[in-house]
């Protein structure tokens, strides 16, 4: 909530089916002290910040292992893997049945590290190239005086 700068105020009007002392409950900033959330609170609350439940997820395992001078990046990144994995099992699924020899009993959680692995691998290429490109148009506008 500090980072969409939303108060308790604004959430409880955005979410008329909560009080404010509940919402002061599930959401209080002392871990050990909050209680826990029901799936319509979440889903009530995610819609009044305009959020999707997955990027609230992302959310909140990258801002729990950044610093605060990147918390403010961060969205992007959320948004992107939210985007990534939305839709992503089913499609995992099929993939699967279309390998021939293979079922989805075939699939096993120690793989995940792996296929992790190659997404990370695929990910770091791809962006590596996309910050060459943009080197390059910026050293273009550079030359060209704009």
Do not use: W
């Amino acid at each position: 909530m500090k980072e969409l700068r939303v108060t308790f105020r604004v959430l409880e009007a955005a979410t008329p089916v909560m009080r404010r002392t509940r919402l002061h409950s599930i959401l209080h900033s002392d871990t050990a002290k909050r209680r826990p959330m029901r799936v319509d609170e979440a889903q009530a609350i995610c819609a009044a910040l305009g959020i999707t439940q997955s990027e609230a997820f992302f959310g909140t395992e990258l801002l729990g292992c950044m610093s605060g001078d990147d918390r403010e990046e961060a969205a992007g990144l959320t948004s992107f893997l939210a985007t990534m994995f939305g839709g992503l099992a089913p499609r995992l699924a099929n993939a699967v049945s279309a390998i021939g020899g293979l079922d989805l009993s075939d699939v096993k959680g120690e793989h995940g590290q792996q296929i992790q692995q190659l997404v990370c691998e695929t990910f770091e290429r791809g962006y590596a190239d996309l910050a060459e490109r943009k080197g390059l148009r910026l050293r273009k506008r550079e030359a060209d005086g704009l």
